[in-house]
C-alpha cells in the first residue's frame, strides 16, 4: 500500500471519526492536519499550515464575506423583509399556491441581497410561515418551498461561496455571479411551477386567499419593493458591469442597507450592536473553516495526497461525461453531512484541475460544483437547512421536514443535470455581460 493511499485513508477516516464524535468542522480540519503534519515531518512540518492561514488572511477578496453577512444580518433585522413579503403576498394571494409562489419570490430576492443560505431561510421562514399556515397551507409545501427557495442564498449573486470558488480557481467572481443568477432563477421557477402544478391537481393542498385586494392597496404595496431593488442593483449593477470589484461591490450593498435603514428610521445603537455582533459571529464560524480546511489542505498536498487523487480519476478509463458525473455524486454525498464551504476547500483542488485537464468550461463547472452545495443544504440526514426549519417550528417532526423537501430536491437535480448537459444555460450570460 502507499503511502499516499495511506495518507488519504489516515486523515479522511480521522477527520470522519471527529466529525461523528461532534467536533466542530474547522477545528476537526485542522487539528488532523496539524497532528498528521506532526506524525511526518516534526515540528517543522507546522509551516506549510502557517503559511496556508496567512495566504487566506492578506487576500483582500475575503473582506467581501463579513460585508455581505452584515447585509444579510441588517435585513434580518429590520422590517424592510417584512414589507417585501407583504408586496409578494398581496400579489400573488389570489393565485391557488400563491403565497407558496410569492414565498419562492421572496426567498430569490432575499438571496440576492444576503449571498447566505440561513439568513434567506430563517427570514423567510419567519415572516413566511404564519400567512401560510393561516390559510391551511399543507405542511409539505410550507416547509418545502421555504427550505429549497433558502438554499438560492449560496447560488444567486451575491453568494459567498461563489466568491470563495472564484478565489480557489483564479476565475472571475462577475462571471461566476452571472451564471449562479441564470441557474438560480431557473432553478425557482421550476419551484413555482411545481407549486402551481399541485394546487391546481389538488386545491385543498394550497388554497387561494379568499379576501378581494384592492388595486391601490397593492399599488401601495409596491413602495416597500423599491429599497429592496436599490439594494439588489447596487450590488449586481456594479459587478456586473464592470464598475466594481466584489469587495467594493459589497461595501456599496452594506451602505446601502444601512442608508435604507436609516430613512426607515430602524437604525438606533440597539439595531448597529446586534447586526455587528452577529456579524462578527458568523464571519468568525466561516474564516475559522477557511483556515482549518487550508491547513488540512497543505498537509494533504504535501504529502503527495492531492497529486495521488487526481493521477487516480485522470487514470480511470472512462468518459469525461462519467468522470464529471461521478465528482458531482461525490459533492452531492458529502452535502448529506459536511458543510459547504469545507466541501469547497477539501474537494476543489482535487476536482477543479481534473476537470480543467478534460477541457470543460470553468465557469459552468464553478456553478454546477455549486448548484450540488446547494442541494446538498437540504439533504437528509444533516442538510442545514432542515434544522433551520426545525428551528423556526420546533413543534413538526423532523419527518415531515424530510419529505417535505424530497419533490423539491428532485426538482433541483433534474435542472443540475439539464445545466450539465446544456453548459450553454449557464456560460452565455457570463459572455455577453462581464467583459473579459
Known amino acids: 500500500m502507499s503511502t499516499e493511499l495511506l495518507l488519504?485513508?489516515?486523515?479522511?477516516?480521522?477527520?470522519?471519526?471527529c466529525i461523528m464524535f461532534g467536533v466542530s468542522l474547522a477545528f476537526a480540519l485542522g487539528a488532523v492536519g496539524t497532528i498528521t503534519a506532526l506524525l511526518m515531518w516534526g515540528p517543522a512540518?507546522?509551516?506549510?499550515?502557517?503559511?496556508?492561514?496567512?495566504?487566506?488572511m492578506w487576500m483582500l477578496l475575503l473582506a467581501?464575506?463579513?460585508?455581505?453577512?452584515?447585509?444579510?444580518?441588517?435585513?434580518?433585522?429590520?422590517?424592510?423583509?417584512?414589507?417585501?413579503?407583504?408586496?409578494?403576498?398581496?400579489?400573488?394571494?389570489?393565485?391557488?399556491?400563491g403565497l407558496a409562489v410569492g414565498t419562492c419570490c421572496f426567498a430569490a430576492a432575499l438571496s440576492a441581497m444576503t449571498g447566505?443560505?440561513?439568513?434567506?431561510?430563517?427570514?423567510?421562514?419567519l415572516v413566511a410561515i404564519p400567512p401560510m399556515r393561516s390559510r391551511k397551507y399543507n405542511e409539505s409545501i410550507i416547509f418545502g418551498s421555504i427550505g429549497s427557495a433558502g438554499t438560492m442564498g449560496i447560488l444567486i449573486p451575491p453568494s459567498i461561496t461563489l466568491i470563495v470558488i472564484g478565489m480557489m480557481t483564479g476565475q472571475s467572481i462577475g462571471k461566476l455571479f452571472a451564471g449562479g443568477l441564470i441557474a438560480g432563477l431557473l432553478i425557482v421557477g421550476g419551484f413555482i411551477a411545481?407549486?402551481?402544478?399541485?394546487?391546481?391537481?389538488?386545491?385543498?393542498?394550497?388554497?387561494?386567499?379568499?379576501?378581494?385586494?384592492?388595486?391601490?392597496?397593492?399599488?401601495?404595496?409596491?413602495?416597500?419593493?423599491?429599497?429592496?431593488?436599490?439594494?439588489?442593483?447596487?450590488?449586481?449593477?456594479?459587478?456586473f458591469f464592470g464598475i466594481a470589484t466584489p469587495t467594493e461591490a459589497s461595501s456599496v450593498g452594506a451602505l446601502a442597507v444601512l442608508l435604507c435603514v436609516m430613512i426607515r428610521g430602524e437604525c438606533n445603537?440597539?439595531?448597529?450592536?446586534?447586526?455587528?455582533?452577529?456579524?462578527?459571529?458568523?464571519?468568525?464560524?466561516?474564516?475559522?473553516?477557511?483556515?482549518?480546511?487550508?491547513?488540512?489542505?497543505?498537509?494533504?498536498?504535501?504529502?503527495?495526497?492531492?497529486?495521488?487523487?487526481?493521477s487516480m480519476l485522470m487514470g480511470f478509463d472512462v468518459s469525461p461525461w462519467v468522470m464529471v458525473f461521478t465528482l458531482q455524486f461525490a459533492i452531492l454525498i458529502l452535502g448529506m453531512f459536511l458543510d459547504p464551504m469545507g466541501i469547497i476547500l477539501l474537494c476543489l483542488p482535487i476536482f477543479y484541475?481534473?476537470?480543467?485537464?478534460?477541457?470543460?468550461?470553468?465557469?459552468?463547472?464553478?456553478?454546477?460544483?455549486?448548484?450540488?452545495?446547494?442541494?446538498?443544504?437540504?439533504?437528509?440526514?444533516?442538510?442545514?437547512?432542515?434544522?433551520?426549519?426545525?428551528?423556526?417550528?420546533?413543534?413538526t417532526e423532523m419527518r415531515a421536514i424530510f419529505r417535505s423537501v424530497v419533490p423539491f430536491i428532485g426538482i433541483m437535480t433534474f435542472f443540475l443535470i439539464v445545466m450539465m448537459i446544456f453548459p450553454s444555460i449557464i456560460t452565455w450570460l457570463p459572455n455577453i455581460m462581464v467583459p473579459n
Open 8 to 17: 488519504t485513508i489516515g486523515m479522511f477516516g480521522s477527520l470522519i471519526i
Open 45 to 56: 512540518g507546522l509551516m506549510p499550515i502557517i503559511t496556508g492561514v496567512f495566504n487566506y
Open 64 to 97: 467581501a464575506v463579513p460585508l455581505f453577512v452584515f447585509i444579510g444580518v441588517a435585513l434580518s433585522k429590520s422590517k424592510i423583509a417584512e414589507d417585501m413579503y407583504e408586496a409578494f403576498y398581496l400579489w400573488s394571494g389570489r393565485l391557488r399556491g
Open 116 to 125: 447566505n443560505c440561513s439568513a434567506s431561510t430563517v427570514t423567510t421562514g
Open 194 to 239: 411545481y407549486i402551481v402544478i399541485r394546487a391546481w391537481m389538488d386545491p385543498t393542498l394550497c388554497p387561494a386567499m379568499e379576501e378581494t385586494v384592492t388595486l391601490k392597496r397593492k399599488i401601495r404595496a409596491l413602495r416597500s419593493v423599491a429599497l429592496p431593488v436599490l439594494i439588489i442593483l447596487s450590488i449586481l449593477g456594479s459587478l
Open 269 to 310: 445603537w440597539k439595531f448597529l450592536k446586534d447586526v455587528a455582533y452577529q456579524t462578527a459571529s458568523i464571519t468568525g464560524m466561516v474564516l475559522w473553516i477557511m483556515f482549518g480546511a487550508s491547513g488540512f489542505v497543505a498537509i494533504y498536498s504535501g504529502g503527495g495526497g492531492i497529486y495521488f487523487v487526481q
Open 353 to 395: 484541475p481534473v476537470v480543467q485537464g478534460l477541457g470543460y468550461d470553468p465557469i459552468w463547472y464553478g456553478v454546477i460544483f455549486n448548484i450540488a452545495l446547494c442541494i446538498g443544504y437540504i439533504t437528509p440526514p444533516f442538510g442545514y437547512n432542515l434544522f433551520y426549519l426545525k428551528s423556526l417550528s420546533p413543534d
